[in-house]
């Protein structure tokens, strides 16, 4: 019961709410079809449900590279072949190159997040034979045993609905004596906009449905990739609170950066109406402050 429960920080009555849904989702066996949840959330960054995520890099590059800057900061890539899992647009990537790595492949999911990263590399001028880029499923990463000097995932793995075995295809995929630099949600990632925006949302389309999003604390991640092989394992904790400009630009980012994925449990006719609701919400409390709480780990294997 413990990974159905939410954990993140919401207000109590909204946690209340999310929780008795969880578990009527965990009855109804609605929690056991990853592979529908993945499929949810692939099909959200494909622009599927709402077009918000064309505004991906507008929105929120500028938050991925401060975040990428911090998780990747000490970390030598000269002459390295690393793979960066659920890579988005390619910012983390990007760096990389900028510091000396011999070749990079970017993973994501999202057809449409690739073909926008492919676009950037080319319009920024990297050698496409150095920076590759390949549709996966972190759980089930298409690539021979120890394949790479240093594997990256950055913030994506909150949306890995079988974390474990992220983390094992993560270690079998890895050289020994490689790192993995792991980023993930933490406890108060993002949460003044999930919260208003669960308050705006039309419940009955949402009854009995787990929202695919799992953030963790410093803790979990340090037990989680020890007990799949990584030594040496540390962690770090960076907050930002993101002040924008007035609450219907902190909405817009909010459904940039996440692509509104779950709208695919909302009837397509009552989409444009939820949101424009949902950006009430936000006028409405004066959301103006998103957190970005971000979980960074790293480990060797030996």
């Known amino acids: 019961m413990k990974s159905i429960l939410w954990t993140g920080k919401l207000s109590l009555s909204i946690r209340l709410l999310v929780n008795a849904n969880n ?17 949810r959330i692939r099909l959200g960054y494909e622009g599927i449900f709402t077009n918000h995520v064309t505004r991906y890099d507008e929105l929120s590059a500028y938050f991925q590279k401060r975040t990428a800057l911090a998780q990747l900061e000490g970390i030598d890539f000269h002459g ?15 760096l990389t190159m900028d510091s000396g790595a011999a070749k990079v492949i970017c993973g994501d999911i999202s057809d449409y997040m690739l073909k926008r990263g492919k676009e950037n590399a080319k319009e920024l001028g990297y050698n496409l034979k150095q920076i590759q880029f390949s549709q996966l499923d972190a759980e089930s990463l298409p690539f021979d045993d120890e394949s790479f000097d240093i594997v990256l995932s950055g913030n994506a793995f909150g ?26 949600h933490g406890p108060e990632h993002y949460w003044e906009a999930i919260d208003t925006t669960i308050r705006a949302l039309n419940k009955k389309n949402l009854l009995g449905y787990r929202f695919e999003f799992w953030p963790r604390t410093e803790k979990q ?31 817009d980012f ?12 909302i009837p397509d006719n009552k989409r444009s109406q939820e949101y424009d609701k949902t950006q009430k919400y936000f006028i409405k409390n004066g ?3 998103i957190t970005d709480d971000v979980i960074v780990a790293y480990g060797i294997k030996a």
């Open 23 to 39: 578990i009527l989702a965990w009855l109804l066996g609605n929690t056991k079809d990853k592979v529908e949840m993945k499929e």
């Open 80 to 94: 390295k072949e690393i793979i960066d899992i659920g890579c988005g647009t390619g910012i983390i990537a990007f």
């Open 159 to 184: 949306l890995f609905p079988n974390q474990q075995k992220a983390v094992k295809e993560m270690f079998r995929v890895l050289r020994p004596g490689g790192m993995l630099s792991l980023g993930a």
């Open 221 to 251: 991640i340090h037990v989680l990739m020890e007990n799949n092989g990584f030594i040496d394992v540390r962690t770090n904790r960076f907050i930002w609170r993101n002040l924008f400009k007035n609450p219907i630009e902190a909405c």
């Open 254 to 265: 909010f459904a940039a950066v996440s692509s509104n994925w779950w709208y695919a449990k």
């Open 287 to 289: 959301i103006r402050i």
